[in-house]
């Protein structure tokens, strides 16, 4: 594979509403980057305005339409509702979710108090279905939707220095399985998005050692480094009519770590 490869573009994400959480930076930019360029009206919420705002004019400067940058704290359940109300009012009904802000916050065991799992569990787990639940009315009025809930292939190899963020993407694998039962009668897919260890900007500053290349290198079936763009344009995928009969399932992009 060499530096000239064409990816793929979606003809049914051509002005598709999308809305992105956590998206001002690591894979939540790279979607709100790739999901522009398909030619889709993109929403999306991050707690960093500063970064959120430049990303936006960014997007604007090379061409493609402005994305709408809402700040929002996912914490807080009422301002992501009212955020998904003022993007649906603005770029039309959503019709693709991709539920992606997390934080993978080292920990050990003995310091996690109630609070900090709490707040683990508001960060990680918890907004995913609330935004999925502001959707999904907007979807079955479309006549159908996406909903890509983002998981981490961290459960399924047990981290052992983040059991509040491990538990949180576990649960992440039920609650999409729950919701594609229910829902897929609307014609509704949901889809749970797993990565491996991507080479984002905070990863590499805090937790890419030597050691650690040298685990990658060991764990991984395929060379090289996963990327922002290599999760994005599986999300293209689960957004688009090509996956119309997608749903219920994981799809794992880790290089064959697991």
């Not at 065991?109 to 995913?128: C, T």
């Not at 961290?154 to 509040?164: L, R, Y």
């Not at 805090?206 to 685990?215: C, D, G, I, K, V």
Request: with cysteine; aromatic share 8%; hydrophobic share 40%.
């Amino acid at each position: 594979m060499t530096s000239q490869t064409t990816y793929a573009s979606y003809p049914s994400l051509k002005e598709r509403s999308i809305f992105i959480t956590g998206g001002a930076s690591g894979i939540g930019e790279s979607l709100v980057r790739h999901f522009s360029s398909q030619g889709s009206r993109v929403a999306f919420v991050d707690i960093a305005e500063e970064a959120g705002r430049a990303l936006a004019e960014a997007i604007g400067t090379e061409g493609n339409t402005p994305p709408l940058f809402l700040p929002c704290d996912l914490r807080d359940i009422e301002a992501l509702k009212a955020a998904i109300a003022q993007a649906s009012a603005e770029i039309g009904p959503i019709s693709v979710l991709c539920n992606n802000a997390g934080n993978d916050d080292h920990h050990r065991v003995e310091d996690v108090d109630v609070g900090y799992w709490d707040d683990r569990m508001a960060v990680n787990l918890r907004h995913q279905f609330f935004a999925a639940q502001a959707v999904i009315p907007q979807m079955r009025a479309l006549g159908g939707g996406s909903v890509i809930n983002f998981g981490s292939i961290t459960w399924m190899v047990g981290d052992p220095d983040c059991c509040a963020y491990v538990t949180a993407k576990a649960a992440i694998t039920g609650m999409t399985r729950a919701l594609a039962r229910e829902f897929g009668p609307y014609n509704i897919r949901v889809n749970c998005l797993v990565p491996g260890w991507v080479m984002t900007k905070r990863q590499i500053e805090l937790w890419l050692t030597p050691e650690a290349e040298a685990q990658i290198d060991q764990r991984q079936c395929l060379p090289g480094r996963l990327q922002t763009d290599d999760i994005a344009r599986m999300a293209l995928f689960l957004a688009s009519d090509d996956s119309r009969m997608c749903t219920s399932q994981q799809f794992i992009v880790d290089a064959g770590w697991v």
